[in-house]
Antibody, heavy 121, light 106 residues
Framework: EVQLVESGGALAQPGGSLRLSCAAS????????LSWVRQAPGKGLEWVSA????????YYSDSVKGRFSISRDNSKNTLSLQMDSLRAEDTAVYFC??????????????WGQGTLVAVSS | EIVLTQSPATLSLSPGERATLSCRAS??????LAWYQQKPGQAPRLLIY???NRATGIPARFSGSGSGTDFTLTISSLEPADFAVYYC????????FGPGTTVDIK
């Protein structure tokens, strides 16, 4: 059974940093692309970032480009999101999501339970 | 940037009824569209990908159709577990989600 477990969410100050992690199990981690998707309280879903199976290609939404950095450790089955220069509008539940295919298709067939990031002074 | 709109915003139906949800793209997206179901406090669940392919484990009462700019998710006979929010999502290049349709109990 595929499992994705996020951690690292917390209350942060504007301009601060956080690092989210997603521990994966139940599938061949190094064969699938992964993404982060967020959901502000009471709002819809917003794709944030994606990384290829090897980690060699990364993609970002315009809203986080230059501030967030996605990475993965295929030896530890872990996905990470380094979040710098945080803003109030980054407040959301952050989900890690597995791509249905080996390449990046942006069809997400497995999701974690999410971790809450709150940015406030 | 391609924008997705969903209609209606809310659909009030009774168990056993048929639900028809619409998703429209501001320009053609071929068949690069997915549908997700989300219940309160839960992660989204993939229902349909490639406009019409059911994801693993999804019951046959869920079906997707359409291509280009107009897409439909149909739930043939609503069960109590189906009352939730449904999002369509563009899968190409810039993954964008629609604003969602809430299916609630009439």
């Amino acid at each position: 059974e595929v499992q994705l477990v996020e951690s690292g969410g917390a209350l942060a100050q504007p301009g601060g940093s956080l690092r989210l992690s997603c521990a994966a199990s139940g599938f061949s981690f190094n064969k699938y692309a992964l993404s982060w998707v967020r959901q502000a309280p009471g709002k819809g879903l917003e794709w944030v970032s994606a990384i290829s199976s090897t980690g060699g290609s990364t993609y970002y939404s315009d809203s986080v480009k230059g501030r967030f950095s996605i990475s993965r450790d295929n030896s530890k089955n872990t996905l990470s999101l380094q979040m710098d220069s945080l803003r109030a509008e980054d407040t959301a539940v952050y989900f890690c999501a597995k791509d249905i295919y080996g390449g990046i298709s942006y069809y997400f067939d497995s999701w974690g339970q999410g971790t809450l990031v709150a940015v406030s002074s | 940037e391609i924008v997705l709109t969903q209609s209606p915003a809310t659909l009030s139906l009774s168990p056993g009824e048929r639900a028809t949800l619409s998703c429209r793209a501001s320009q053609s997206v071929s068949s690069s569209l997915a549908w997700y179901q989300q219940k309160p406090g839960q992660a989204p669940r993939l229902l349909i990908y490639g406009a019409s392919n059911r994801a693993t484990g999804i019951p046959a009462r869920f079906s997707g159709s359409g291509s280009g700019t107009d897409f439909t998710l149909t739930i043939s006979s609503l069960e109590p577990a189906d009352f939730a929010v449904y999002y369509c999502q563009l899968s190409a290049n810039w993954p964008t989600f629609g604003p969602g349709t809430t299916v609630d109990i009439k």
